[in-house]
Structures are given as structure tokens and as C-alpha cells.
């Protein structure tokens, strides 16, 4: 399963951003594991640009 976010550059948004998020399992998991993986990149949202400790 594959999922392409796209975001803007919040400084500049003429430069937008495309993140490739890739879920890869056997085909006999992937029932298993598709709702968890959709709940993931529910909660991406774009970071202030500070460091995470």
C-alpha cells in the first residue's frame, strides 16, 4: 500500500513536498495491518521545524 502526501512549503508555497509512505507486508497481513497503517498517516501533520528530542 502506498501513499503519497503532498504539503507546502509554509515559508515559500510555491515549493511543495511529496512524501512517499510505504506500507509493505505479505499479502495474507495485509488485511491485519491496512487499518492501522491508514490510522498512521491520519495523524501526520507538518512539524514547526524544531528539533525533536
Known amino acids: 500500500m502506498q501513499v503519497h502526501l503532498s504539503m507546502l512549503d509554509a515559508a515559500d508555497p510555491r515549493k511543495p513536498s ?7 507486508v505479505t499479502p495474507s497481513r ?14 501526520l501533520r507538518p512539524g514547526t521545524g524544531a528539533a525533536s528530542a
Open 30 to 43: 495485509h488485511p491485519a495491518v491496512q487499518d492501522d497503517f491508514r490510522d498512521f498517516v491520519r495523524t
Open 18 to 24: 511529496v512524501i512517499p509512505l510505504v506500507l509493505t
